[in-house]
């Protein structure tokens, strides 16, 4: 058993995959499946599995919070954009949604662009979760973290609400010269 554990570790370390396995050693366990998942983020392992329910939970929770804030602030800001040429002498949609677009960007620039946790997505894909090393763990339900660049994202985010709030600035500044 212990050989096989042996191969099954170096394996991991050559896919460079960490798990957190749930394994309670006393009280303090779930802090200590902190540390082993920000270890492992720090590392910038290339997926993460986490077993231990909760952990796993609040992590995909985290995650699906920053996915709706960049959607969020990629909808609104191109909504802005749009509704200020579609309705140009009305200000009551492009004005409002170029605001929940600066929002959206400042939130997500400030709680989670920082953190480690924004570079990883939910593995939901059974065709890449088969290729994973799954079989070895005690958890019949793992969450699966896969290191995902998100540059474009954050470039796309920002310059769709930079432009919104443009337009929103040149319509302010063409309705102050002609009046």
């Not at 599995?49 to 996915?67: D, F, H, M, Q, Y």
């Not at 959607?71 to 509704?83: D, V």
């Not at 070895?136 to 699966?144: A, I, M, R, W, Y």
Request: aromatic content about 8%.
């Amino acid at each position: 058993m212990d050989d096989y554990d042996a191969s099954d570790r170096d394996i991991l370390k050559h896919m460079n995959i960490a798990i957190i396995r749930e394994i309670y050693d006393g009280e303090n366990a779930h802090e200590v499946f902190e540390n082993e998942l920000d270890r492992a983020l720090e590392s910038k392992c290339s997926c993460i599995v986490i077993e231990p329910t909760k952990l796993g939970e609040e992590t995909a929770r985290w995650i699906s919070v920053g996915n709706c804030l960049h959607k969020s602030a990629i909808l609104t800001g191109f909504g802005s954009i749009l509704s200020s040429f579609a309705f140009p002498d009305s200000v009551y949609g492009n004005f409002p949604l170029c605001g929940l677009s600066l929002l959206c960007t400042g939130v997500y620039a400030l709680s989670w662009q920082s953190d480690p946790c924004c570079k990883y997505q939910v593995e939901t894909n059974p065709r890449n979760l088969e290729k994973l090393p799954l079989h070895t763990l005690t958890s019949s339900s793992p969450v699966v973290l896969v290191r995902k660049d998100d540059t474009r994202r954050i470039v796309l985010h920002s310059a769709i609400t930079f432009v919104a709030v443009a337009v929103c600035a040149f319509r302010i500044y063409k309705g102050v010269t002609s009046a």
